[in-house]
């Protein structure tokens, strides 16, 4: 396959300039100026167009085993690549959990006969997600597994935790966490604050999120290992990591699209579909969630998508479930956001979908470096469209941005040098 004619924009490489990219052999031949396409070749006219390193999310919850009514790895992992997304990380909260090799190579096997975005298991950091129990870290990486998080839950006890970081060295194991004190959050379904006093809602408190952040920045320093937060959603923690980070901390965090967007406010008169967790929060965390990512603070944007069967999401707000889904707005919401509104340059857009998230866990890709995988996103910066969750590819409609119109669309997704989504 020869790009032709596109902006080629790879912070990997320091490339920003309009180039052809010949892909060939499952890798990327050559990326150049008049590039003759050999014969038999497929041409692709990306005039006007930005061809970047396939987008990366790192923070992806497929349902399967066990809930496939509200997601497959199939219907995922193509929901992924209409995104613009080239390969996803499948969380293990699954039911039951990924917490063998067999549960691991299961998905691994899933993700390949996928036909859509390249799929990569994670494992739980505990056996059931517990917190009682180390899994077997060597032998889930064996199976295919990139990373161990028991995302979904804390790893409540901080000797727990620090034998995780210690024993994750032994393979350079990256340790994702979802950060959340459940003695502070127990009972709350959104954000403490006036929000909901009006609604009549038990509120989670920042604290409940920044405490446990701030523990695990501290293990990761005294241990040495690899630390990635998941979806930081306060000021208080993006100024922790900050912090860390100039300390030399191994830390890597994700900032996502919804908490960078919208705050508690979007919970309206009790819009389950605004529920998630972390909750959405005030306009000063989400306003410090915009400078993370823009300052690389957060140097991952991570959808972290959920999806919920609509009757799931049709109950009290109180017992609705937490999560929407995201992998198919978030390009054209990370560009209308924050480059549009001038936070973030186009190459650091790709920075943070593309070469952070594939550094982050180690994955392949992340780059257009000749040699490398031939996993490539094509995206319209400038073609406008409106959200229409009845159009989405997910098996689950759980998005709160139904009707927004947004600026930026993915328009060919290539993985391995094959065509896995192309735009009508």
Request: glycine share 12%.
């Amino acid at each position: 396959m020869l790009i032709r004619g596109g902006r080629v924009v790879d912070p990997s490489q320091g490339t920003d300039a309009t180039l052809d990219v010949l892909l060939a052999g499952g890798v990327v031949a050559r990326v150049g100026e008049g590039i003759e396409a050999p014969e038999g070749a497929e041409v692709v006219d990306a005039s006007g167009m930005v061809v970047a390193p396939g987008l990366i999310d790192v923070h992806v919850h497929l349902r399967e085993p066990g809930q496939e009514h509200k997601e497959t790895i199939r219907s995922g992992a193509r929901a992924a690549a209409a995104g613009g997304f080239t390969a996803v990380v499948a969380m293990p909260n699954t039911d039951p959990p990924i917490d063998s090799p067999a549960a691991v190579g299961f998905v691994r096997a899933a993700g390949l006969r996928a036909d859509g975005a390249r799929v990569y298991p994670s494992g739980c950091i505990t056996m059931g997600q517990a917190g009682e129990q180390l899994t077997e870290f060597g032998e889930l990486i064996g199976a295919g597994a990139v990373c161990v998080t028991d995302d979904g839950r804390p790893v409540g006890n901080a000797g727990m935790m620090r034998m995780a970081l210690e024993y994750a060295q032994s393979f350079d194991l990256p340790v994702a966490v979802h950060a959340e004190e459940l003695a502070l959050s127990r009972g709350g379904s959104m954000n403490e604050g006036v929000v909901a006093t009006r609604l009549g809602l038990t509120g989670i408190p920042n604290i409940a999120e920044d405490v446990m952040i701030a523990r695990d920045l501290m293990l990761a320093e005294l241990t040495g290992g690899r630390l990635h937060i998941q979806h930081v959603a306060t000021r208080g923690g993006v100024q922790l990591i900050r912090a860390a980070r100039e300390r030399g901390v191994r830390v890597t965090a994700e900032g996502s699209p919804h908490h960078f967007t919208l705050t508690d406010e979007a919970v309206g008169s009790y819009r389950t579909n605004a529920k998630m967790n972390p909750p959405l929060r005030s306009e000063a965390d989400r306003d410090a969630v915009r400078r993370g990512v823009a300052d690389g603070t957060l140097d991952v944007i991570a959808t972290d998508h959920a999806p919920h069967h609509y009757d799931e999401k049709e109950q009290a707000f109180e017992d609705a479930p937490n999560g929407i889904v995201g992998l198919e707005t978030a390009l054209g919401l990370a560009y209308t956001e924050l480059v549009e509104s001038g936070l973030l340059s186009l190459n650091g857009l790709v920075e943070r979908m593309s070469c952070a998230p594939a550094r982050a866990l180690s994955l392949p890709g992340g780059t257009l470096r000749e040699g490398g995988v031939a996993d490539v996103t094509v995206f319209d910066p400038r073609r406008e469209w409106t959200v229409d969750p009845g159009a989405f590819l997910s098996r689950s409609r759980n998005t709160p941005f139904g009707g927004w119109t947004l600026r930026c669309r993915a328009v060919l997704t290539v993985v391995g040098g094959l065509t896995v989504w192309s735009a009508p």
